[in-house]
């Protein structure tokens, strides 16, 4: 009975989490991630238009656990493509979201470390590899993001997004 809730209560939340998508490959992340569905609004912005970013956003990850640079500013209304580069010897991924978001979805990461799933404000990276996110922050706030493979997150890879209102200004906000 217990193994027939814990199916449900993941099912239930890959519903929410979008389309398919093993850890680790990130050729297939990039062809899968592709074919997701649109995704709706968020907390901490929309899907990305491509033709419509801004500027690029380089995040590199490594073995020790950390994003470089770790925190990021972007306008309200900006759409950023955020370009992953594993620089490590493990796979890493970088997920997007509300603190509490993300740490929900690390408590089901470590219930099922094999489950597989994809959406656009995230992203799978294999050793060596890259990816990329594009996405439009088109709501002021700080948002997280993390990398949610088990133990990645607990260690500090995990950063900050500013987003800041249109009349707001920041030294740090171009970034490419």
């Known amino acids: 009975m217990l193994k027939i809730?814990?199916?449900l209560g993941c099912a239930a939340w890959l519903m929410q989490a979008g389309t398919a998508l093993a850890h680790g490959d990130a050729e297939s992340a990039k062809m899968q991630h592709a074919a997701a569905p649109a995704a709706g609004q968020k907390p901490f912005g929309i899907d990305g238009d491509p033709a419509k970013v801004a500027r690029v956003v380089q995040i590199a990850m490594t073995d020790e656990m950390r994003f470089i640079p770790d925190a990021i500013t972007v306008a309200s209304g900006e759409t950023v493509?955020?370009?992953?580069?594993?620089?490590?010897?493990l796979g890493h991924e970088m997920v997007l979201g509300t603190a509490a978001e993300l740490q929900q979805h690390a408590e089901m990461m470590r219930k099922f470390p094999a489950m597989e799933h994809a959406a656009p404000y995230m992203a799978h990276v294999s050793p060596g590899g890259s990816a990329e996110i594009v996405w439009q922050f088109n709501r002021a706030g700080t948002f997280d993001f993390a990398c949610?493979?088990?133990?990645?997150?607990?260690a500090g890879m995990r950063g900050r997004v500013s987003v800041l209102d249109a009349g707001q200004?920041?030294?740090?906000r171009i970034q490419e």
């Open 5 to 7: 809730l814990c199916s």
């Open 81 to 89: 493509k955020i370009v992953l580069v594993n620089n490590g010897r």
């Open 148 to 154: 949610l493979i088990a133990g990645h997150s607990e």
């Open 169 to 172: 200004k920041s030294d740090n």
